[in-house]
Nanobody, 115 residues
Framework: QVQLVESGGGLVQPGGSLRLSCAAS????????VAWYRQAPGKQRELVAS???????NYADSVKGRATISIDNGKLPVYLQMNSLKPEDTAVYYC?????????WGQGTQVTVSS
């Protein structure tokens, strides 16, 4: 059973930066899409950023210009660099990987933006 493990979350001040990482317990073959989602208390899970095997990226409007998703040669780990963090970025961030055979979710890492 493949497990995704996120890391890099924590408490950061407004305006600060952090980098989230997501690694897999086993190799995942034929990755199609890798993404970061987030879920704030009382809200639905939302897409933050995604990247396809072809290198096409997509960002939520709320993070455009502040977030960068990156992956090396289509293999995990995947990273999410976030800058100029705002209190509204506070959420649990989840890694998502879809291959041509299956899909996987991580358990999430908490990001709290507060002074």
């Amino acid at each position: 059973q493949v497990q995704l493990v996120e890391s890099g979350g924590g408490l950061v001040q407004p305006g600060g930066s952090l980098r989230l990482s997501c690694a897999a317990s086993q190799n995942i073959f034929m990755i199609n899409t890798v993404a970061w989602y987030r879920q704030a208390p009382g809200k639905q899970r939302e897409l933050v950023a995604s990247v396809t095997s072809g290198g096409t990226t997509n960002y939520a409007d709320s993070v455009k210009g502040r977030a960068t998703i990156s992956i090396d040669n289509g293999k995990l780990p995947v990273y999410l660099q976030m800058n100029s963090l705002k209190p509204e970025d506070t959420a649990v961030y989840y890694c998502y990987v879809r291959s041509y055979q299956s899909a996987y979710w991580g358990q999430g890492t908490q990001v709290t933006v507060s002074s």
